[in-house]
């Protein structure tokens, strides 16, 4: 087997559900990403190093790209060992994909050290691997654009069916205010079941958005971003929700919502100035309210995970 021995990649944070796409739907970003050296080493083992201030595992057990590192060992059976070297870039509890983007890079990056051996679908079911131990439900909605990048829409986890939709050339705004939404917990604030009148309008709405970002309508895609099932109940853990989302449509954008299960808060629009408009009223909510915030302004990251050096 042709191999390196070390490898460095960006991983990119991701937007999931994209409003109404709840566990199906999501796109990659250019920004935020973080930064994963990953070498071989001649012992079955994983070790992890830590270079951020978060105090994430280093026992890969316990860590979201240790278990996605033991999983393909474990496919492997030939005694070989990963060291990864991770440096986060996206605050866990973000909700900008941050569990994801240390999956799935340690997925891309050991396939790189490998010679490429498993192709996208395999790396999606490795990575899932870390969203269980991160989550605690093996979804891909954040997996799947980080490894695809762009827009990609999860028909089925059983069996696996990703597809690729063409992305718009949108701008992305994203407010994190720092406080810490956590993925399980915002899953547990969910119904177990809808009424049939609002799950017959939230499958209007995935399905034009679906349709908006094929035909590059970008009316549609602002009339399909509603959400009647998962942001009435999610969004009350998110301070100034309600405020960012109506000042931002008021300014131009083509509307958002919740990013994956929050705190943050993403917007599309169509230009970058209306997406710089929105970043300084996003700030300006969460300055009134006192609450620290990081904004980006950044679009549709089409490549997902990267090679940097080797």
């Known amino acids: 087997m042709d191999t390196i021995r070390s490898v460095t990649v960006q991983s990119p944070g991701t937007i999931a559900n994209l409003v109404?796409?709840?566990?199906?739907?999501?796109?990659?970003?250019?920004?935020?990403?973080?930064?994963?050296?990953?070498k071989l080493i001649d012992r079955p083992e994983v070790e992890i190093i830590n270079h951020d201030d978060y105090g994430l595992p280093t026992d890969p057990v316990k860590n979201v790209s240790g278990v996605v590192l033991l999983s393909i060992m474990e496919r492997l059976h030939n005694g070989v060992g990963f060291q990864l070297i991770s440096e986060k870039k996206i605050k866990p509890g973000s909700g900008i994909g941050s569990s994801a983007a240390s999956a799935a890079g340690a997925?891309?990056?050991?396939?790189?050290?490998?010679?490429?051996?498993?192709?996208?679908?395999?790396?999606?079911?490795?990575?899932?691997?870390?969203?269980?131990?991160?989550?605690?439900?093996?979804?891909?909605d954040n997996i799947a654009p980080c490894i695809y990048g762009g827009i990609t829409l999860v028909r089925s986890i059983h069996p696996l069916d990703i597809i690729s939709i063409p992305a718009p050339s949108l701008f992305v705004t994203v407010v994190h205010p720092q406080?810490?939404?956590?993925?399980?917990?915002?899953?547990?604030i969910l119904k177990k079941e809808i009424l049939l009148k609002n799950a017959i309008k939230q499958w209007?709405?995935?399905?034009?958005?679906?349709?908006g970002f094929f035909k590059n309508d970008l009316d549609l895609i602002s009339r399909?971003?509603?959400?009647?099932?998962?942001?009435?109940?999610?969004?009350?853990?998110?301070?100034?929700?309600?405020?960012?989302?109506?000042?931002?449509?008021?300014?131009?954008?083509?509307?958002?919502?919740?990013?994956?299960?929050?705190?943050?808060?993403?917007?599309?629009?169509?230009?970058?100035?209306?997406?710089?408009?929105?970043a300084q009223l996003m700030s300006d909510v969460y300055t009134r309210l006192g609450i620290d915030f990081h904004t980006y302004v950044t679009t549709i990251n089409q490549k997902g995970i990267i090679q940097t050096e080797q």
């Open 20 to 38: 109404c796409g709840f566990d199906v739907l999501g796109l990659a970003l250019h920004q935020p990403f973080d930064c994963l050296t990953l």
């Open 107 to 140: 997925a891309v990056a050991a396939n790189m050290l490998l010679g490429n051996i498993f192709n996208k679908e395999e790396l999606v079911q490795f990575a899932m691997n870390g969203e269980k131990l991160a989550s605690g439900v093996k979804h891909a």
């Open 179 to 188: 406080i810490e939404v956590k993925t399980a917990d915002a899953r547990q």
């Open 204 to 211: 209007g709405n995935v399905a034009g958005l679906v349709a």
């Open 224 to 278: 399909s971003l509603e959400d009647v099932v998962i942001e009435p109940l999610r969004s009350i853990l998110i301070p100034g929700f309600d405020e960012v989302k109506v000042q931002s449509k008021t300014a131009g954008a083509l509307g958002g919502g919740i990013s994956g299960s929050g705190p943050s808060i993403f917007m599309l629009s169509a230009s970058e100035g209306i997406a710089k408009e929105v």
